[in-house]
């Protein structure tokens, strides 16, 4: 399935959704505003807005609520890249300069903040108790996942499963929360919300997992930010994991430096070794392994366009180059 047929199934939900964001932008302070736009039209796909829309739409959902939700959705999103992205010192996102390169750290956490904020104020506005533990539940996930990651960086001796916690915390949450919260706004059934917590979570996992690939394999320009950005970082993600179990021992020490020194000197020689010892292969298998996990869990689901599309959003997680 293309993206734009993906799309396609929700485009007139999109225009709502588009409408909101661009309304509750609004602030007195035109600095927040300027920031806030900045980050939202820079480029993103938007698939977790994508996600709230066809979890609703797959129900047979015919209201206006699920717009505001999706609008929510991106706010909180939003407010997590200007907070990461200080937190990383990024200076690229999607190709474009970063909030933080282009007017500061303090501007930018205080912006991220701000977003929070107007997310909880639409959540009030929405009026759903279920939803907002939902959201409130994952936002605390979120901060606590990035926390795991930050305690993480430059230490080479990080697990699969501690890497597999952070994932889901700092991603597949919101993107479980994203198809949870929009099966809960039409009503589903026990079921049939639990089938479509569960499609959120795998595709969210195994978005990170390709993205941690793409880091080693991708193309810069394509990707919108540097390869090796995540060993620049010194974050020792699971193709590195994967790598120090079965590569040489000198070529182990020679990651495991990387790893410490948060350098990309060795950059070229790391992506030989993770690509001859199939930790490109192993985590790219695991990413199809979750997409094929997502795919089952909403077998339950009635056969219509909505399902069709988070069939194929699924396998686009892993199909995708950027």
Same mark, same amino acid.
């Given at each position: 399935?293309?993206?734009?047929?993906?799309?396609?199934?929700?485009?007139?939900?999109?225009?709502?959704?588009?409408?909101?964001?661009?309304?509750?932008?609004?602030?007195?302070?035109?600095?927040?505003?300027?920031?806030?736009?900045?980050?939202?039209?820079?480029?993103?796909?938007?698939?977790? &807005?994508?996600?709230?829309?066809?979890?609703?739409?797959?129900?047979?959902?015919?209201?206006?609520?699920?717009?505001?939700?999706?609008?929510?959705?991106?706010?909180?999103?939003?407010?997590?890249?200007?907070?990461?992205?200080?937190?990383?010192?990024?200076?690229?996102?999607?190709?474009? +300069?970063? @909030?933080?390169?282009?007017?500061?750290?303090? &501007?930018?956490?205080? $912006?991220?903040?701000?977003?929070?904020?107007?997310?909880?104020? !639409? !959540?009030?506005?929405?009026?759903?108790?279920?939803?907002?533990?939902?959201?409130?539940?994952?936002?605390?996930? #979120?901060?606590?996942?990035? $926390?795991?990651?930050? !305690?993480?960086?430059?230490?080479?001796?990080?697990?699969?499963?501690?890497? !597999?916690?952070? #994932?889901?915390?700092?991603?597949?949450?919101?993107?479980?929360?994203?198809?949870?919260?929009?099966?809960?706004?039409?009503?589903?059934?026990?079921?049939?919300?639990? @089938?479509?917590?569960?499609?959120?979570?795998?595709?969210?996992?195994?978005?990170?997992?390709?993205?941690?690939?793409?880091?080693? $394999?991708?193309?810069?320009?394509?990707?919108?930010?540097? $390869?090796?950005?995540?060993?620049?970082?010194?974050?020792?993600?699971? &193709?590195?994991?994967?790598?120090?179990?079965?590569?040489?021992? =000198?070529?182990?020490?020679? #990651?495991?430096?990387?790893?410490?020194?948060?350098?990309?000197?060795?950059?070229?020689?790391?992506?030989?070794?993770?690509?001859?010892?199939? +930790?490109?292969?192993?985590?790219?298998?695991?990413?199809?392994?979750?997409?094929?996990?997502?795919?089952?869990?909403?077998?339950?689901?009635?056969?219509?366009?909505?399902?069709?599309?988070?069939?194929?959003?699924?396998?686009?997680?892993? =199909?995708?180059?950027?």
């Amino acid at each position: 399935m293309l993206v734009k047929d993906i799309y396609q199934v929700v485009e007139q939900d999109f225009r709502q959704v588009n409408q909101l964001i661009t309304e509750q932008l609004h602030s007195d302070v035109p600095l927040v505003e300027k920031i806030g736009q900045h980050i939202i039209e820079s480029g993103g796909k938007r698939m977790r &807005p994508l996600l709230v829309l066809l979890a609703a739409k797959s129900l047979s959902y015919e209201q206006k609520d699920h717009a505001l939700l999706a609008s929510i959705i991106e706010f909180l999103h939003t407010a997590t890249l200007l907070h990461d992205d200080v937190v990383d010192i990024s200076d690229q996102r999607r190709g474009k +300069a970063t @909030a933080n390169a282009k007017w500061g750290n303090a &501007p930018s956490v205080l $912006v991220g903040d701000f977003l929070y904020s107007r997310a909880f104020e !639409m !959540m009030v506005q929405l009026g759903s108790l279920p939803v907002m533990k939902i959201l409130s539940h994952a936002t605390c996930v #979120i901060a606590e996942g990035e $926390v795991l990651q930050l !305690m993480n960086v430059k230490n080479p001796d990080v697990s699969e499963a501690k890497y !597999m916690d952070v #994932i889901q915390g700092k991603t597949a949450m919101l993107f479980e929360a994203s198809s949870h919260s929009g099966a809960l706004i039409a009503q589903a059934s026990e079921a049939q919300a639990e @089938a479509l917590r569960l499609y959120g979570h795998h595709v969210g996992m195994a978005f990170q997992l390709v993205d941690d690939v793409l880091d080693y $394999v991708g193309n810069a320009k394509e990707l919108g930010k540097n $390869v090796g950005d995540d060993l620049a970082e010194g974050k020792p993600t699971l &193709p590195l994991i994967y790598a120090m179990q079965h590569a040489q021992p =000198e070529q182990i020490q020679l #990651i495991r430096q990387a790893i410490r020194k948060s350098g990309t000197e060795e950059l070229e020689q790391i992506i030989e070794i993770v690509q001859q010892c199939g +930790a490109i292969d192993y985590t790219n298998n695991l990413a199809r392994e979750h997409v094929a996990k997502a795919k089952q869990a909403i077998a339950i689901l009635d056969d219509t366009p909505a399902k069709q599309a988070l069939a194929g959003l699924a396998d686009l997680a892993v =199909e995708r180059t950027h």
